[in-house]
């Protein structure tokens, strides 16, 4: 059982350039969140999607940008990468909103570093 | 603003204690409290849920009391063991929302 696959699990950029972290889950899931983790300040919602096609921003989308063609994939983008956003991503999905009966599953995590 | 306000930042207990982490919340509208047990180098898991109509939930030795006049809710490790050491998040998501607000997690290490 694959789960919420992300790749690369370790990345170093260089200021300025850009990249995509890659998100795929084979559990059929509708809703994908992408989350940002900074040491003592929790997890933060960059971005998250309801279902192919559709996009909505969380609380810090500043910098980043995600598209949904398919069920299965949630790429993340960042342009012009800065210091700021040196952090470890999580892609995160859902069935559909997380209740006591839909349990949302957590990728193993992107660590990104920008120097 | 920060919805989920977590405390401690960090929590040692002895083997065989009980760990007590606490959430508070502000959004009357939250209807979903998960709490998420995540391990060096690994995702956030999801270890135990509770609705607001329900004052206590029960799974092995972790349990969730929910008070919600009080607008607040909390993790119990009964037993505690040196693997239970870890991040703990708590959370929460609005009863018309589509996305979960984490807290900003509690280190707990038990000592052997």
């Known amino acids: 059982n694959a789960g919420v696959t992300q790749t690369p699990k370790f990345r170093i950029l260089k200021i300025g350039q850009s990249m995509t972290l890659q998100c795929t889950q084979d559990?059929?899931?509708?809703?994908m969140y992408w989350y940002r983790q900074d040491p003592g300040m929790g997890l933060k919602l960059i971005y998250y999607s309801v279902g192919a096609g559709i996009t909505d921003k969380g609380e810090v989308p500043n910098g980043y940008n995600v598209s949904r063609s398919t069920t299965e994939d949630f790429p993340l983008r960042l342009e012009l990468a800065a210091p700021s956003q040196t952090s470890v991503y999580f892609c995160?999905?859902?069935?559909?909103?997380?209740?006591?009966?839909?349990?949302?599953?957590f990728g193993q995590g992107t660590r990104l570093t920008v120097v | 603003q920060q919805q989920v306000k977590q405390s401690p930042q960090s929590l040692i207990v002895q083997k065989g204690g009980i760990s007590i982490i606490n959430c508070a919340y502000e959004?009357?509208?939250?209807?979903?409290f998960p709490w998420y047990q995540q391990f060096p180098g690994k995702g956030p898991a999801l270890l135990i849920a509770?609705?607001?109509?329900?004052s206590e939930k029960k799974e092995g030795r972790f349990t969730i009391s929910f008070n919600k006049s009080a607008k607040q809710f909390s993790l119990h490790i009964m037993d505690s063991q040196p693997g239970d050491s870890a991040t703990y998040f708590c959370a929460a998501r609005g009863n018309r929302d589509d996305k979960i607000i984490f807290g900003k997690g509690t280190r707990l290490h038990i000592l052997p």
């Open positions: 509770i609705r607001p109509d329900v």
């Open positions: 995160a999905s859902s069935l559909s909103i997380p209740t006591v009966n839909t349990e949302a599953f």
């Open positions: 959004n009357t509208a939250f209807d979903y």
């Open positions: 559990m059929n899931h509708n809703y």
